[in-house]
């Protein structure tokens, strides 16, 4: 059987995205990782960077393209519509707010996740491709602006809170892992590479009318 390089990509969140895509469609894949790089920013927080192939059988390459189309990954060809054509989320929607939080928390090393589902904490275990699901969430018992502080220190805490309620008003409830460590380590990029983000302190889930939104505090070092 014929073997083609389908994408290359310095992305270990990404490319687990991708093969996680083609598993789901039926398309046998399989990454080939070439050394070890420098630390990249990704969208959800840090990740190790080197050369990842993602390799696929030949006779697949047109369902992969598909899929890597609608995954904003590959060009469609001129005159064809992928599942992302559609208009980005206006500043006014609550997608929009979550999206530049997450611009302005990012300079402060905390991510910021909107999740919609009602039960959003499996939205944020299939997001993350959590393996343990059995964690137990708690109320923050702190103040809403000790909570930021004690999320994202006192450097960026602040800053955040006040962001935050600028854009969306204070949560109705905070809640956060009864136990966090378990979280942390699969949320951390391990020796493979894997995980979406490479040191994670803490987290905390903010819960409003329709939607929740996930802070994740971590460090570039």
Same mark, same amino acid.
């Given at each position: 059987?014929?073997?083609?390089?389908?994408?290359?990509?310095?992305?270990?969140?990404?490319?687990? +995205?991708?093969?996680?895509?083609?598993?789901?469609?039926?398309?046998?894949?399989?990454?080939?990782?070439?050394?070890?790089?420098?630390?990249?920013? @990704?969208?959800?927080?840090?990740?190790?960077?080197?050369?990842?192939?993602?390799?696929?059988?030949?006779?697949?390459? %047109?369902?992969?393209?598909?899929?890597?189309?609608?995954?904003?990954?590959?060009?469609?060809?001129?005159?064809?519509?992928?599942?992302? %054509?559609?208009?980005?989320?206006? &500043? %006014?929607?609550?997608?929009?707010?979550?999206?530049?939080?997450? &611009?302005?928390?990012?300079?402060?090393?905390?991510?910021? +996740?909107?999740?919609?589902?009602?039960?959003?904490?499996?939205?944020?275990?299939?997001?993350?491709?959590?393996?343990?699901?059995? +964690?137990?969430?708690?109320?923050?018992?702190?103040?809403? +602006?000790?909570?930021?502080?004690?999320? !994202?220190? %006192?450097?960026?805490?602040?800053?955040?809170?006040?962001?935050?309620?600028?854009?969306?008003?204070?949560?109705?409830?905070?809640?956060?892992?009864?136990?966090?460590?378990?979280?942390?380590?699969?949320?951390?990029?391990?020796?493979?590479?894997?995980?979406?983000?490479?040191?994670?302190? &803490?987290?905390?889930? !903010?819960?409003?009318?329709?939607?929740?939104? !996930?802070? @994740?505090?971590?460090?570039?070092?």
């Amino acid at each position: 059987m014929e073997e083609k390089i389908i994408i290359k990509t310095y992305n270990s969140f990404e490319a687990d +995205q991708i093969l996680a895509s083609f598993q789901d469609a039926g398309i046998p894949a399989y990454k080939l990782e070439h050394g070890l790089g420098q630390l990249a920013e @990704i969208a959800a927080g840090m990740s190790r960077t080197s050369l990842i192939e993602i390799i696929i059988p030949e006779e697949a390459e %047109d369902a992969a393209d598909e899929i890597l189309i609608n995954m904003g990954l590959l060009e469609p060809p001129p005159g064809v519509k992928s599942e992302r %054509d559609i208009p980005a989320w206006d &500043d %006014d929607t609550p997608q929009g707010k979550a999206a530049l939080l997450d &611009d302005f928390a990012m300079y402060y090393e905390t991510a910021v +996740q909107y999740l919609e589902e009602d039960d959003y904490l499996e939205e944020f275990y299939h997001l993350f491709f959590f393996t343990n699901r059995e +964690q137990k969430l708690i109320p923050f018992e702190e103040n809403y +602006q000790d909570a930021f502080i004690e999320l !994202c220190g %006192d450097r960026g805490g602040k800053s955040i809170a006040d962001k935050t309620e600028s854009l969306f008003g204070r949560p109705k409830r905070m809640m956060v892992f009864e136990s966090v460590n378990t979280v942390i380590e699969e949320l951390e990029a391990s020796s493979d590479g894997w995980g979406p983000f490479y040191t994670v302190f &803490d987290l905390m889930f !903010c819960e409003y009318d329709g939607f929740t939104l !996930c802070f @994740i505090a971590g460090s570039n070092n």
